[in-house]
């Protein structure tokens, strides 16, 4: 049986008899099988109340080892290496063959525990089983008896095995059996709670708690098994809300602050609690640090065996230079600091703020300089450091510090009331934004400021035009803050180039939303380089969000690429809240939608709702809404698209200039109420619209879409005329191909079969590159379709996955990563893998595209060799796995 005497208690061993005896154990079963790996020793080191004990009697009793285990507890300093050694005979002599092999032995003086463990490896050697020696508390241990231990480690028969638990690694000399592979260790990041596991946890000592307050209670304690149990403890004993228990669960609750009193500080020199309290005001510290705030000279030394001994500091580096401290042993400290020190905590910041900043710690010197009530400082630092913090995507730890000062101050100091501008905007508020930013003018001109502060205004008044979509805002503003930049770049070097980034990116994304494609595609290239080369990776990212949504309307397959390789370097970042992320999702769900794919789509849209929220800049608000609207247009569900059209349209009246997604908005309005039948609404709308919006291209699409379900098939064709001849422009070649499509429905309804072929065949030819699969959902004409192979048509792959779409399957998502091709294919060789999938000979395809057979031999042979295929379904299944062509049934 397993020996269960224990020392004498004090109040923390009382609490830690009580919490292991809580009702409830979790099973951990991939520590369980650590624990079984035959080696010689299991070496289980980690932090007071981390469950080292409960895991090991967890195992013996799982594993069924109790008669074949010698369980030994550790006395607090056990001094007397003979009272230990008598432990030990005794509670092997407990076992199952150890009763017949140990001999007894009795307290004598001249009895030392060298000759205790000379017999003991003489009455062990016949062990016909395996047998464990389990001594827990180990660092307690007098030096002599760990020498003596070593030595009956390194000598016992190989059917004894021996399972230390430890606070902390002592000198064993076990490094040999770590090299031959015969020590197994588990330590503190081992013994942690996962999240999953402290649910099972709460659930076993009857506590149903929900996940929220699960996970509060997880980082609270970070997976401290004593936290956990002695939360579990302070919740059963609370009626009021479990979720502000939780919130407020810290290390100064009366258990918590007992136990680690008695088990961790009250155990340390007073030059080592010293340090501990005078430094718990900071969330990291080194050494240099800590002789600041103490006044000595082994800050490094004694930060560095405190970790040794899992002592609740953990280091952060791998040089052991930075450490913290357990949140929960964090919070005894602050709280015995101010018991302690009242008059110096302050103090204690203010020096800690002014060694941090003098290092470029900026945002934790502005922290400090806060709690010390520093506010000239803190409002210093933060100006500073704000164009810094807001190009690195850091907008939330800005609103952060931003609170952290007085109201009246953020009003009064102009420097603050632009970075507080500059908050109410990113929050979307521009109305706060323009009064914050108006007392930073008033107090420029009543203090005479210039410089700093009058940078910070240009800037702030370059991110209002760009949320209201000015482009002669965003111009003008563009010029002056880069003209204000070039006198900065003195004080401050690097921030005339970060701020001349900036103001590249605001104008191309600015023009991308204003239709102006040629200017956006070079602000953003020379934006993005830049952004590239002074190293301002999240700004980096904004303009490349915007290069990929401008690559739709040259590749949707490259734009779909693009867009998903920026989402992920955004979740690889942790810039997952801002809204260049929503926006690159947004990219990719819209193109799914387009290709027909919606159910795809759908996570991306989500995503893209929960970070491009109401608030944030009309033209992002707006195109949202349009595209969910799109969206639910593909998966059938015309009044849900109505209702986000509408929306959409509604946003519309928050922009100061025309936006790109305004006309096909309203004409995607028109079609919606015409599939709902509303088809006098839909009059209504477009006899409201001015003449020069109801003659735009957009427009028009939605007026031919209106007239051909009013059975009028020649006003139809006479009102696409103009997009069909060039004269009015779509924004896109997608929109031309529901044009020619819209033109195919009205001259077969004319009885033009002739010509309602050609216009088909145009209209496959133009949704082919970009896989645009939404306008043959939107009008249905398998009749049509089915007809046209007769006509030689050069699309027979994506007319009948057309027709499978029409007949309810989805197209096949593309189980391969997206990959570029190390050799991109030229527009010739584009043009002819468009053949492929048909069964076209190479004369054929040669004839459709007025060229020689032996030109197509060429070009087949450098596509084979570009896409690593060998044979014509090779390279086709290859370019669709690449978004080259559209999905093809699978």
């Known amino acids: ?142 030096p002599d008896a760990l020498k003596q231990l070593q030595l009956l480690i390194m000598r016992a028969t190989p059917q004894l095995r021996f399972v230390l638990a430890t606070r902390y690694d002592v000198p064993l000399g076990l490094h040999q059996l ?119 000279e082994s800050g490094e030394r004694v930060l560095q065996d405190l970790e040794a001994a899992n002592a609740f500091v953990v280091s952060l580096d791998t040089s052991r230079t930075w450490f913290r401290y357990h949140q929960l042993f964090t919070d005894l400290l602050r709280m015995q600091l101010r018991r302690t020190y009242p008059g110096e905590v302050a103090a204690l910041h203010h020096a800690a703020a002014n060694w941090l900043a003098r290092r470029g710690m900026a945002v934790e010197a502005i922290r400090h300089s806060q709690a010390a009530r520093d506010w000239g400082l803190a409002a210093r630092l933060l100006a500073d450091q704000w164009p810094s913090l807001y190009l690195d995507g850091r907008t939330s730890v800005i609103h952060e510090l931003l609170a952290g000062f007085p109201t009246d101050y953020r009003v009064a100091n102009a420097e603050l009331a632009a970075v507080a501008a500059a908050d109410e905007l990113a929050s979307g508020s521009p109305t706060a934004a323009e009064r914050y930013l108006c007392l930073a003018e008033q107090a420029l001109a009543s203090e005479g400021q210039r410089g700093h502060a009058q940078l910070l205004v240009h800037t702030v008044r370059l991110l209002i035009a760009r949320w209201q979509g000015s482009l002669v805002a965003v111009t003008e503003q563009a010029r002056r803050l880069q003209d204000t930049a070039q006198t900065a770049e003195t004080a401050q070097p690097g921030l005339g180039e970060d701020l001349r980034a900036l103001a590249l990116i605001s104008l191309g994304s600015t023009e991308f939303w204003t239709a102006r494609f040629r200017e956006s595609v070079r602000h953003l290239e020379l934006g993005v380089a830049l952004a590239r080369r002074i190293r301002r990776p999240y700004l980096e990212f904004t303009g490349l969000v915007y290069q990929a949504a401008l690559e739709f309307f040259r590749s949707a397959p490259m734009a779909l690429e693009h867009g998903r390789r920026a989402a992920e370097l955004a979740e690889q970042h942790g810039w997952t809240e801002g809204p260049a992320y929503g926006l690159a999702c947004l990219n990719v769900g819209t193109i799914l939608a387009w290709q027909g794919r919606p159910e795809e789509g759908e996570p991306w849209m989500q995503q893209a709702e929960r970070t491009l929220r109401w608030e944030t800049e009309p033209a992002d608000a707006l195109a949202i809404r349009s595209l969910r609207g799109v969206l639910a247009l593909a998966r ?183 990959r570029q091709l190390a050799e991109p294919l030229s527009r010739s060789e584009l043009r002819v893998l468009r053949y492929l999938p048909t069964n076209l000979t190479t004369s054929e395809i040669a004839g459709q595209l007025s060229v020689s057979p032996n030109t197509i031999k060429v070009h087949v042979r450098h596509l084979y060799a570009k896409l690593g295929a060998h044979r014509r379904a090779e390279a086709v299944a290859r370019a669709r796995d690449l978004g080259l062509l559209a999905p093809g049934s699978r």
């Open 178 to 296: 770590r090299l031959e592979g015969q020590l197994v260790e588990i330590r503190d990041p081992d013994l942690r709670f996962t999240l999953t596991e402290t649910e099972e946890l709460f659930t076993a000592t009857g506590l149903a708690l929900p996940k929220p307050t699960v996970t509060v209670l997880h980082k609270r304690t970070e997976g401290w098994a004593a936290g956990l149990r002695l939360a579990a403890l302070s919740l059963a004993v609370h009626t009021d809300s479990d979720h502000r228990r939780a919130a407020e669960f810290s290390g100064s609750e009366r258990t918590v602050a007992e136990y680690l009193l008695a088990e961790v500080l009250d155990r340390q020199s007073e030059q080592v609690r010293e340090l501990l309290l005078r430094t718990s005001i900071l969330e990291r510290v080194n050494g240099e640090l800590a002789n600041l705030l103490t006044g000595g």
């Open 1 to 142: 049986m397993i020996d269960t005497v224990r020392p004498s208690k004090t109040d923390a061993e009382s609490t830690r008899v009580e919490i292991t005896g809580m009702a409830g154990v979790v099973a951990r079963p991939a520590l369980l099988r650590r624990l079984s790996r035959a080696t010689r020793v299991t070496a289980v080191s980690a932090s007071a109340g981390s469950g080292k004990t409960t895991l090991l009697r967890s195992w013996l009793s799982t594993a069924g080892l109790a008669e074949f285990t010698a369980w030994v507890p550790v006395g607090r300093d056990e001094r007397d290496p003979q009272r230990f050694w008598l432990g030990v005979v005794d509670a092997l002599r407990r076992t199952a063959e150890g009763s017949a092999l140990v001999g007894t032995l009795t307290a004598a003086p001249d009895l030392d525990g060298w000759t205790i463990v000379e017999r003991l490896l003489t009455d062990l050697a016949p062990l016909q089983n395996r047998h464990h020696l389990v001594i827990d508390d180990v660092h307690e241990l007098h």
């Open 636 to 818: 059938g569900r015309d009044a849900d698209a109505l209702a986000a059209f509408l929306a959409a349209d509604q946003v519309a009246e928050r922009l100061t200039e025309p936006n790109l997604m305004v006309h096909g908005n309203r004409s995607f309005i028109v079609q919606t109420l015409v599939r709902l039948g509303e088809t006098h609404r839909a009059e209504q709308i477009l006899a409201d619209l001015s003449d020069q919006e109801r003659d735009g291209a957009q427009m028009r699409l939605g007026a031919a879409a209106l007239r051909l379900a009013q059975d009028n098939p020649q006003a139809a064709v006479a009102v696409l005329a103009p997009v069909l001849d060039g004269s009015a422009q779509l924004p896109w070649q997608g929109w031309l191909a529901q044009a020619f499509l819209l033109e195919a429905i009205g001259r077969a309804a004319l009885g033009d079969a002739h010509v309602a072929a050609g216009a088909l065949e145009r209209a496959l030819d133009l949704a082919e590159p970009d896989g645009v699969l939404l306008w043959f959902l939107l009008h249905p004409i398998s009749g049509l379709l089915e007809n046209l192979p007769g006509h030689r048509t050069a699309h027979a792959a994506l007319i009948a996955e057309i027709l499978a779409l029409l007949a309810g399957h989805q197209p096949a998502a593309s189980t391969a990563e997206p």
